[in-house]
């Protein structure tokens, strides 16, 4: 649940993109460590 004050960050379009941002960059975090390592192993060959 969202509280009182990142209700009112969200009324900002800047705050928004940056929380979304976040958001989904942890996602993506959390995508790649449950992958096997696999992005990982990716990023070594780069």
Sequence with gaps: ML???E???LDYP???SV???NYFD???IRISFGN???Q???H???
């Design 14 to 16: 800047f705050w928004r």
């Design 19 to 21: 929380i979304l941002n």
């Design 26 to 28: 942890s996602i993506r």
């Design 3 to 5: 509280s009182s004050w």
């Design 44 to 46: 070594k060959h780069l």
């Design 36 to 38: 096997k390592n696999g």
């Design 7 to 9: 209700i009112e960050l």
């Design 40 to 42: 990982l192993q990716k």
